[in-house]
C-alpha cells in the first residue's frame, strides 16, 4: 500500500513562532534571539543549533518535556499551513495510508488534529520520539505496521528529515514551508522538494 509518514511541526502545522516562544521561556535566555540569528539557525542542522544555543546534551530532555507542557496550552490555537487541509484529504482520497512521526507528544498532535478537523486522515501517531534517531523511529513504524519500504515516503521540512529516510533507504519529500529554508533542504537532495502544499499533490498523484 502507498505510505506517507508526515512530520508534523512544520510540515503539517504551522508552529514555528509558538515552538520559538516556548523555546525562549524555557531556556530562560537573557535576551531573544535576533531576526539575523533567526534566520541563520533556519539553514543549520539540529546539531549545528543547539552548539549555537549552548545547550549541554544532559539539558535536551528535561527541555523538551517543558517544552512538550507549554505546547499543550498552545496547540488549540496553531494552524496548519494554508492549503494543507485540502492536500491531506486528496491524499486520504487516492488511496495513501498516512502516518505521523514527530518529537512533539501524541497527546499535542491529536488534539491538533481534531481541533483542526483531520484527525480522519491518520491512521496511526507516533509521537514522543525523544532522543532517538529518526531513522531508527522511522524503522519502528516499518517493522510495526508491516510496511514495504519501498512502497513509503517520509515528508518532513527538515534537512535531518531527509538523511534519516535516506539511512534507510526510503524516499524523501522535503517542504519548504518549515524549519529549514529551501536552500538547505536542496543540499540535502531529497527525492523531491515542494515549495508550497499543493506540490505534494502534483507529485504523488500524477
Known sequence: MKTLIFDFDGTIADSFESLLSVFENITARPQKLTAKEIK?????SLRQIIKFLKIKRWQIPS?????????AVKIIDIKTFEGMPRVLKELHENGY???????????????????????????EIYGDIGLRSKSTALKKILKKESLNVSECFYIGDEVRDVEAAK???????????????????????????????????????S
Open 40 to 44: 541563520e539557525l533556519r539553514g543549520s
Open 63 to 71: 527541555l523538551m518535556l517543558k517544552a512538550k507542557r507549554q505546547i
Open 97 to 123: 495510508k498516512m502516518f505521523i512521526l514527530s518529537t512533539n507528544s501524541s497527546e499535542n498532535i491529536t488534539k491538533f488534529l481534531k481541533v483542526n478537523h483531520l484527525d480522519a486522515y491518520f491512521y
Open 167 to 205: 539511512k534507510i533507504g526510503m524516499k524523501s519529500i522535503a517542504v519548504g514551508w518549515g524549519f529549514n529554508y529551501p536552500a538547505a533542504l536542496k543540499q540535502a537532495k531529497p527525492d523531491h522538494l515542494s515549495t508550497k502544499p499543493k506540490d505534494l499533490l502534483k507529485y504523488l498523484t
